[in-house]
């Protein structure tokens, strides 16, 4: 079965720092390009970053740039983002996806930045 | 604000057609494949449309993408309870380097 399982999410003050991983199974993960997308309680979706399937060329939505690092270690199937300086608005369920025409998302893993 | 249009809401009755549109510009849409995602409460999103016409394997062709300049659609024919969900558009910007979303549609069946 493919399938990819988001951890790491948790409350975090202003300012705090998390890292979230994704454990991919079912498909060779080392031959996909990964995303993650995140979606706010009740609002849309916005895709955050994407990674190539060597981890050699990255792209970063503008609100996220310099903040969150993503990359992925195809020996253990698992693709991360590390987010630093974390603000109230980088609050949301944050989604490792398969972006492809047989496209894969996890179940999502929340995180919420309050103080 | 997002970079790609939808209307909020949708509606329609069992049977009708439905036509949800999404509307970007020429470094998204204008130059580059669509896709529409369904998503029901509660759950990820789901692909229904790639490639701006194409349907992956299991979605009925009720479903079905189409592109003009720099608007795309979705139609959805035979409408049915079970369509009633969240739909979004997707595509490549290049001027932003990265994947953008429309905001987003609430699908109503009456």
């Known amino acids: 079965e493919v399938r990819l399982v988001e951890s790491g999410g948790g409350l975090v003050q202003p300012g705090g720092s998390l890292t979230l991983s994704c454990a991919a199974s079912?498909?060779?993960?080392?031959?996909?390009?990964m995303h993650w997308v995140r979606q706010t309680p009740g609002k849309g979706l916005e895709w955050v970053s994407r990674?190539?399937?060597?981890?050699?060329?990255?792209n970063y939505a503008d609100s996220v740039k310099g903040r969150f690092t993503i990359s992925r270690d195809n020996a253990k199937n698992t693709l991360y983002l590390q987010m630093s300086s974390l603000r109230d608005e980088d609050s949301a369920v944050y989604y490792c996806?398969?972006?492809?025409?047989?496209?894969?998302w996890g179940q999502g893993t929340t995180v919420t930045v309050s103080s | 604000q997002s970079v790609l249009t939808q209307p909020p809401t949708a509606s329609g009755t069992p049977g009708q057609r439905v036509a949800i549109s999404c509307s970007g510009s020429?470094?998204?849409?204008?130059?580059?494949?669509v896709y529409w995602y369904r998503q029901f409460p509660g759950t990820a999103p789901k692909l229904l449309i790639h490639?701006?016409?194409q349907r992956p394997s299991g979605v009925p062709d009720r479903f079905s993408g189409s592109k003009s300049g720099t608007s795309a659609s979705l139609a959805i024919s035979g409408l049915r309870f079970e369509d009633e969900a969240d739909y979004y558009c997707?595509?490549?910007?290049?001027?932003?380097?990265?994947?953008?979303f429309g905001g987003g549609t609430k699908l109503t069946v009456l």
């Open positions: 996806a398969r972006l492809s025409w047989d496209d894969v």
């Open positions: 079912g498909f060779t993960f080392s031959s996909y390009w």
């Open positions: 990674i190539n399937v060597d981890g050699s060329g990255t």
């Open positions: 020429s470094s998204n849409i204008g130059s580059k494949y």
């Open positions: 490639s701006t016409n």
């Open positions: 997707a595509a490549w910007d290049d001027n932003l380097t990265g994947w953008v």
